[in-house]
Every structure is written in C-alpha cells, then in structure tokens.
C-alpha cells in the first residue's frame, strides 16, 4: 500500500510489523491538499472483511502518531483485499470517520500504475520506527 501513495505524498512511512500501533502506512503531504493519512491493512483470503477492530485500530492509532510526528491526520483509512465490508465494519467506519477501501478500489489503483516487484521489495526493506 505505501508504494501506491508514494507518487503523490511528500513522505510515505511503512511502519515495522508488529509494533505499528495500529497503522502500517503513514501518508503524510498526500494529494493537491497535502493531507496526512494513516492507513490499516488487512489482507484476508475471505470475500468479506468482519473487523471492527481494525477499524479501531487505525483510529487508535491517531494520538500516538499525532504526538510523535508533530502533525494532525486528516484521514484514516482502512484497505484490505477482500471484496466486501460487513454491514459491522462499515457501520465503525461510518461513526469513526474511516475511509474504506476494498479489493476493488486495490485492483483499479493496480491497473493505473506500474509497480514492481523491486519497488515494493525495496519500500518493505526500509521500515521506519516512528517515536
């Protein structure tokens, strides 16, 4: 996910597995508005994604990188690989203010980019610890 924001952000940081305080990308001078994203991935071999808690994740997330980045996010988001959100999932986003992105969404950012395999590599090798 964070090679697909690199293009248009001033800085992209792929956090370390497992201690990512519930965000795996942070998308910071993002777009023509400049705005900062934390991003939480979930990648699943089920049609549908059933997690409330990664929509809590991500917004969990925002206090801890809001203090040791300096900076105020204005979006979080949720990717994941599956087709479609549960009515539960949508319905945390919808009260947290999460964006969602489903496999579809993936796909199409996919089919407009070239990405290889050695960007990605290369991006995973270069995990940053944000404190």
């Not at 690199?6 to 497992?18: F, M, N």
């Not at 990188?65 to 949720?78: D, I, K």
């Not at 496999?103 to 089919?111: E, F, G, N, T």
Request: proline share 2%.
């Amino acid at each position: 996910m964070a090679v697909l924001y690199e293009r248009d952000a001033q800085r992209v940081i792929l956090t370390p597995s497992g201690s990512d305080h519930g965000c795996d990308v942070v998308v910071l001078g993002w777009g023509p508005q400049r705005e900062n994203l934390l991003i939480q991935c979930k990648a699943t071999s089920h049609d549908e994604l059933d997690s409330e808690m990664a929509v809590r994740e991500v917004e969990g997330a925002r206090p801890y990188y809001e203090s040791a980045l300096g900076v105020s996010f204005h979006r979080r988001c949720l990717h994941t690989t599956a087709r479609r959100l549960s009515k539960r999932t949508l319905h945390a986003a919808r009260i947290y203010q999460i964006s969602v992105y489903n496999r579809s969404w993936l796909s199409a950012q996919l089919d407009r980019m070239e990405i290889f395999l050695a960007g990605v590599l290369a991006k995973d090798a270069r995990r940053e610890r944000v404190e």
